[in-house]
């Protein structure tokens, strides 16, 4: 898998989501209240809405339009109305840089 460098460390605040887009695909750059770092699709499955603009709680991240939370795990959405995943790309963190694979991982 390639390996794209997306952005440093600092520039995702605790608690906070960034939208970048890669290739053509948006995809959230999300940091969880534990501080890890996570990127999963962008675009909430229940509507054409950023996922980034919505708000982190835990392991989670809120579609601010309807409410819908995806695991920022497994990229199952937790809540209705979405029931279809999003998908979820593998992070690596190498001084201070966050980097992810091309492509997501399968969703089990």
């Known amino acids: 898998m390639t390996q794209i460098k997306i952005c440093s460390e600092g520039d995702i605040e605790l608690g906070g989501a960034v939208r970048v887009v890669v290739d053509g695909v948006a995809i959230a750059m999300v940091r969880d209240s534990a501080g ?29 339009a309807h409410g819908s939370k995806f695991s920022l795990l497994t990229g199952k959405p937790t809540t209705l109305p979405a029931y279809e995943p999003v998908p979820v790309y593998p992070v690596t963190i190498v001084d201070g840089e966050v980097f992810i694979d091309s492509l997501p991982v399968p969703v089990a």
């Open 36 to 64: 890890t770092i996570h990127a999963i699709g962008d675009t909430c499955t229940h509507g054409d809405i950023s996922l980034a603009e919505g708000f982190v709680e835990d392991d989670t991240l809120e579609c601010w």
